[in-house]
C-alpha cells in the first residue's frame, strides 16, 4: 500500500469517529520521541483512535528519569493510559497485537506508527496492516484542525531542506 493510500485510510478512520475501530500500534520510541520534540503528544489522545503501545517502548522513557523528555514522557504516558493502552512486551507483543487486530473480523483498521517512512522495511507485519509515520499522523491532525499548519511540526523534527516533502 502506498504512502498516500495509507494516509488517506488514516484520516477516514479518525473521521469515522468510532474509537474502537482503528488500532494504531506504536512500533518503537521514535514516534513518541518526535511527538515530544514538536509539543504534540496530545495528538495521541485526541485523534479517534486506540493507540497501543508497547511496554518496552514505556519502558525507553521510564529508564530515563534523570531527563526532562524521559520523565514528561512517560507522565504523559500514565496520565493517558486510559485512553492510551500499555501492552506487555516488547516487539513482538506489538506484531502479536498487529495480527489480531486483522484476525478481529475485518472491521478493524490495524495501523502501524513508525518513526519514519524509511523505518518500514525493518518491520515485518501482516499485508493487511497499513504504516504509517508521524508525517501522517501531523497530516490527518491538520485535517482534523488539531494542527493549524503540518509545516509547524514539520519545522520541529526535521532539517530545513526535508521540510519540503512532507505534502
Excluded: Y
Excluded at 84 to 107: D, K, M, R, T, Y
Excluded at 125 to 138: G, I, K, S, T
Amino acid at each position: 500500500m502506498d504512502e498516500a493510500t495509507a494516509r488517506d485510510a488514516l484520516l477516514a478512520s479518525v473521521q469515522d469517529g468510532k474509537r474502537g475501530r482503528s488500532m494504531l500500534v506504536m512500533l518503537d520510541a521514535t514516534p513518541l520521541h518526535s511527538l515530544w520534540i514538536a509539543r504534540h503528544m496530545h495528538l495521541l489522545v485526541e485523534l479517534d483512535l486506540t493507540v497501543v503501545i508497547p511496554d518496552a517502548v514505556r519502558g525507553i522513557f521510564a529508564a530515563h528519569q534523570d531527563c526532562r523528555k524521559g520523565r514528561e514522557v512517560l507522565a504523559f504516558l500514565d496520565h493517558h493510559t486510559p485512553p492510551l493502552v500499555i501492552c506487555s512486551g516488547g516487539p513482538e507483543a506489538a506484531h502479536s497485537l498487529l495480527e489480531q487486530g486483522q484476525e478481529a473480523g475485518g472491521a478493524r483498521t490495524v495501523f502501524a506508527l513508525v518513526g519514519s517512512r524509511a523505518d518500514r522495511q525493518a518491520f515485518r507485519v501482516p499485508e493487511q496492516v497499513r504504516f504509517v509515520d508521524v508525517r501522517d499522523l501531523a497530516a490527518v491532525a491538520e485535517k482534523e484542525g488539531l494542527l493549524e499548519n503540518v509545516f509547524e511540526f514539520a519545522h520541529a523534527i526535521e532539517l530545513p531542506g526535508e521540510i519540503v516533502a512532507w505534502r
